[in-house]
């Protein structure tokens, strides 16, 4: 019985999102302060879960991990959310205001739909941008640190170098004219969606819900030790584009992390991208140290 509830806590927690999005007071649903406290506390409540009902005892939290989450959540909602907003979002508003993009037939669609767009909007460009990032090495430089973490729960979707995470916050969206509340219901939707997918919670979703989005069952092979297994599973909310374009596969892994799983501290992760530069550079001043001076020669 506990498991066939916890089965269906993931949809009922969208379920939830939308209809405050829908049905909430207006104060607070167009309230931007409204999503921004509403996303940690998914977190928080998604981490609660796992206490009650976890999935795997070795991804179980520690104090270690817990902090180290948490430094990467600050830095998500904080310098790169910044970053994201002055380098992309600001910039396509002022293009599309100055070439005069319009699309009044976004706002003037039904709310769920308005919701739905920008759901598939956002996460078509994180698919194809992931799908890179495993595909051509300099991409995958920055996104393998994600994929040296050795356990999963609900905080460890912000887990990452932070180039890695500016470039998956790229968007086009800001294109689009879409009401704000169904912006923030996307934005939600997402978050519950992801949080779940990286969380230690024994909850598998029914099909309505796992044929379209992505859950812990396919995120977590995604993570597998091998690196030819991860090549699969890109979406990070939205599984169903991984079965339109055949990345698709099912599946489950218990065991995650790359490089016979050496879990990286927040410094390595930093310079995980750099490190062939770095190496280079000690090799070359190695071999310098190594050649006999002129004065020697002579």
């Known amino acids: 019985m506990k498991d066939r509830l916890f089965n269906l806590v993931p949809p009922a927690m969208v379920a939830m999102v939308v209809l405050f999005w829908c049905m909430g007071p207006k104060a607070l649903v167009e309230n931007s302060w409204t999503i921004i406290v509403m996303s940690p506390l998914i977190t928080v409540i998604v981490l609660g879960l796992e206490f009650v009902h976890e999935r795997h005892a070795g991804w179980r939290m520690n104090w270690r991990e817990f902090f180290t989450d948490l430094f990467y959540v600050v830095l998500s909602a904080t310098a790169i959310e910044r970053a994201s907003d002055f380098l992309t979002k600001t910039p396509l508003k002022d293009l599309k ?82 009401q704000e509340k169904a912006l923030f219901c996307a934005f939600g939707v997402m978050t519950v969606v992801s949080t779940f997918a990286h969380a230690n919670v024994r909850a598998d979703p029914p099909w309505f819900y796992s044929f379209f989005f992505t859950t812990i069952q396919h995120h977590s092979l995604h993570h597998s030790t091998d690196y030819e297994s991860t090549r699969c599973n890109y979406g990070n909310s939205l599984i169903l584009i991984d079965r339109i374009f055949g ?38 001043r190695q071999q310098a140290a190594l050649q006999p001076s002129g004065d020697a020669t002579a």
Not at 152 to 165: D, Q, S, T, W, Y
Not at 249 to 266: F, H, M, N, P, Y
Request: proline share 6%; hydrophobic share 50%; charged share 15%.
């Open 247 to 284: 990345t698709f596969r099912s599946g489950e892994a218990s065991i995650v992390g790359q490089d016979d799983r050496k879990r990286l501290t927040i410094r390595e992760q930093m310079i995980f991208p750099f490190q062939p530069l770095i190496e280079a550079y000690r090799q070359r």
């Open 97 to 178: 205001l100055a070439l005069g993009i319009t699309t009044p037939w976004a706002e003037h669609m039904p709310f769920l739909a308005q919701v739905a767009l920008a759901v598939f909007i956002v996460e078509f460009g994180q698919y194809w941008m992931h799908r890179l990032m495993h595909n051509k090495l300099p991409f995958w430089l920055v996104h393998a640190p994600h994929h040296h973490i050795t356990q999963l729960n609900a905080a460890k979707g912000a887990v990452g170098n932070p180039i890695e995470l500016f470039l998956i916050s790229l968007s086009v969206l800001a294109l689009f004219d879409l």
